[in-house]
């Protein structure tokens, strides 16, 4: 799958790309320069060594932002864990009964926060681990900002010449992700001081997509009846070939089905997913832990004894990669003393009796020496929602049309690491061909540095949703409910009507606006045309003000200051892109420019 020498030469323009990865487990960078892409756009550079407890050493580092009680920064990844424990512990010994550990701000997980909130705006809070509350574009903008500072430390000890604005930025974000989402991101970014003009936003399925295409077959595992290697000596997917991309992370699984039309560039097909991803499982195993001890231990324990949650934490996160199907026997997870102390204190029982409170948990849930041993049973359970449920959607994206002939599938992802979710793709999809690069966890970083230096490289996407702008038209009392009736002067008018500009499921070409409309004036004296925008999972929305309409944000065109509704605006929307881009041009004199518009409140 690495390039051939038939495969189109790109050149890229840019002296450095540096890609940043926010993931809701792990968030890491990765760079190249561009003299390193035009030999080889494989060779990307990472800080591999991340280190965790002094023996734990990563390619990324946990998603963990610790800040001063003032809300400035303190810590990132690893080191924040640390000195938040250290912090708590420093408590414990206090004789005052003061918890200065509680006046920071703990970060951890709250990627997630962005697909869940539905009405995402610039106001927007999330909560740290206590519950305290902080604007989310600030948190964000701190963990940018700290990544894209050590990113550049590597990037001037290769090349001391290099200047800022030499660097152009990729962040990653999921493919399910909505504009909203895209646009917070952007301005987190920008916030954090990456230049807007040198930053570009990747989709993580499309950028693992690519990276796979330039990684040699002996650095991919591969199975399925077509897993003969004989069979993988072309390097490149052919013209016309079809492939899936599963995208496993931490909080999302992405699913698209990528087409190769020529000289490499990809077609999207069909794309979808959800939020079933390795937090997923880490949700069944905290609830086995609450189960088994209760919630008021669990929450003693959080509460008091930090350092040993992160150990806890950090050994079920090596744990949940090796765990198999055809595993046997029982899994042995060491158990803080601390929490057993709680528990015993509390409920004056033994951890013996605590298995044997619960009937699922008899003979399969042991306590010795400080170790539980859980039957494997047990533990595969934690898995089974989340594999399920991905399993499923893949199955559903092969059966559709646009998916006919797909012949492989490609895991890539943190999540994609996990022996479970592996082997449980195997044995649904056994007659497919599954490819799961070395490093997969990198697949999505690394193909983002490629996508920064050749973003055409993706030739065009599929509309997720319907887009249209809520716009007035002549009221047809045989087509119109009455409540939808306004007057201006003489003129009834329907409004609320849903002009849609682009289609559920429409091709969206990159770098072509799929849609030109033109919009004239309600009122005379207007100096300006705003229009609401709407997105609907429906291909055909009547309405912006049904159930299933999503308000994104507004546009503003100006328009000349002369008192005639005749005058007339063309709005291209561009949606090809993985940001959308708005042109108007002003029908009287024929100036263009580019349209203000805001997804955020």
């Not at 970060?107 to 697909?115: E, P």
């Not at 959607?393 to 646009?402: D, G, S």
């Not at 509309?463 to 939808?484: L, M, T, W």
Request: proline letters at 3%; charged letters at 30%.
């Amino acid at each position: 799958m690495s390039s051939s020498s038939k495969t189109k030469k790109t050149v890229s323009n840019k002296l450095v790309v540096a890609a940043i990865d926010v993931g809701t487990t792990f968030s890491g960078y990765a760079f190249s320069m561009n003299y390193d892409f035009n030999e080889n756009p494989s060779k990307i550079h990472i800080n591999c060594r991340w280190i965790g407890g002094g023996q734990l050493i990563t390619n990324k580092t946990p998603t963990v932002l610790l800040l001063n009680p003032d809300r400035t920064f303190k810590a990132f990844g690893y080191d924040a864990e640390s000195q938040y424990a250290e912090l708590a512990e420093q408590d414990a010994e206090r004789d005052d009964g003061k918890l200065f550990h509680k006046e920071h701000f703990y970060f951890r997980r709250f990627k997630m926060k962005l697909y869940k909130t539905k009405n995402l705006m610039r106001s927007t809070e999330i909560e740290d681990e206590q519950g305290r509350k902080m604007n989310a574009i600030k948190v964000f903008s701190i963990c940018i900002k700290y990544l894209s500072d050590d990113v550049r430390k590597l990037i001037y000890q290769r090349d001391t010449d290099i200047k800022r604005t030499d660097i152009h930025w990729v962040i990653t974000v999921p493919a399910i992700w909505n504009d909203s989402s895209k646009q917070f991101m952007r301005e987190a970014a920008e916030k954090a001081g990456l230049n807007g003009s040198r930053l570009t936003i990747a989709l993580e399925p499309e950028a693992a997509s690519l990276f796979c295409m330039h990684v040699p077959v002996d650095k991919m595992a591969i199975t399925g009846k077509s897993a003969d290697r004989r069979s993988s000596e072309i390097r490149t997917f052919p013209k016309g070939t079809k492939y899936m991309v599963v995208d496993a992370g931490g909080g999302t699984i992405d699913i698209t089905v990528h087409e190769v039309i020529d000289d490499g560039h990809l077609k999207e097909l069909v794309a979808s997913g959800g939020a079933w991803g390795g937090t997923m499982v880490d949700k069944a195993f905290e609830d086995f832990i609450i189960k088994l001890f209760g919630i008021k231990s669990y929450e003693e324990f959080k509460k008091n004894h930090v350092e040993d949650l992160v150990d806890l934490q950090r050994e079920f996160e090596l744990k949940k990669r090796s765990i198999s199907v055809s595993k046997e026997g029982k899994e042995t997870l060491r158990l803080p003393v601390t929490l057993y102390e709680i528990y015993t204190k509390l409920t004056k029982k033994s951890l013996r009796d605590a298995a044997n409170d619960h009937k699922e948990f008899a003979g399969k849930v042991t306590y010795t020496a400080g170790k539980l041993r859980i039957d494997l049973d047990v533990v595969r359970s934690w898995f089974r929602e989340s594999c399920e449920k991905t399993i499923s959607h893949v199955r559903n994206l092969l059966k559709h049309p646009a998916s006919a002939g797909t012949s492989t599938i490609l895991m890539v992802g943190g999540f994609s690491e996990s022996t479970m979710l592996q082997e449980q793709m195997k044995a649904a999809f056994g007659d497919t061909r599954l490819i799961i690069p070395e490093y997969a966890g990198l697949a999505v970083l690394k193909g983002a540095v490629m996508f920064g230096h050749d973003p055409l490289t993706i030739a065009s996407r599929i509309a997720r949703c319907s887009y249209g702008i809520s716009v007035y038209r002549d009221f047809n009392p045989s087509e119109h409910p009455q409540n939808k009736l306004v007057q201006f002067g003489s003129r009834k008018k329907c409004k609320d009507i849903f002009a849609i500009h682009v289609k559920k499921g429409q091709e969206l070409v990159v770098g072509q606006a799929q849609s030109t409309s033109r919009y004239s004036k309600l009122e005379e004296d207007q100096i300006s045309l705003y229009f609401d925008i709407y997105t609907s999972p429906e291909e055909d929305p009547k309405f912006v003000d049904s159930a299933e309409c999503t308000f994104l944000g507004k546009l503003e065109v100006e328009v000349p200051h002369e008192k005639s509704r005749a005058i007339g605006v063309f709005v291209s929307m561009i949606f090809g892109g993985t940001e959308l881009t708005v042109i108007a041009k002003e029908e009287k004199s024929g100036k263009t420019t580019k349209a203000a518009f805001n997804f955020l409140k």
